[in-house]
Nanobody
Framework: QGQLAESGGGLVQAGGSRNLSCVAP????????MAWIRQAPGKEREFVAG????????SYGDSAKGRFTIFKDVSKNTVYLQMNRLKPEDTAVYFC?????????????WGTGTPVTVSS
């Protein structure tokens, strides 16, 4: 854990937006699928969004559909999560992960997480 570096978390009002970033080593970024996974206090980890290493397949968890967008910049080895129309229930620690799947399972590398708090 900790090979991926997230940033962008913080406090935001409901209805607002936040853009999270995750920088990965090149060997990881260009070889694995990248995903955002979150964990709210007292809850299990939840898959938010994922993008395959080609950039051709994108998947969203139900809570993210229509509000969040995952994309990556291959020149910067960075994957982003643009979050719009945030809700208090989006409050969680957001982890960046890399692995062979587009889900919470099968992730081989993790960041330490960046907390997002959405106030009502």
């Amino acid at each position: 854990q900790g090979q991926l570096a997230e940033s962008g978390g913080g406090l935001v009002q409901a209805g607002g937006s936040r853009n999270l970033s995750c920088v990965a080593p090149g060997a990881i970024f260009h070889s694995y699928n990248m995903a955002w996974i979150r964990q709210a206090p007292g809850k299990e980890r939840e898959f938010v969004a994922g993008i395959n290493w080609h950039g051709t397949t994108i998947s969203y968890g139900d809570s993210a559909k229509g509000r969040f967008t995952i994309f990556k910049d291959v020149s910067k080895n960075t994957v982003y999560l643009q979050m719009n129309r945030l809700k208090p229930e989006d409050t969680a620690v957001y982890f960046c992960a890399a692995g062979t799947s587009l889900s919470s399972d099968g992730m081989k590398y993790w960041g330490t997480g960046t907390p997002v708090t959405v106030s009502s």
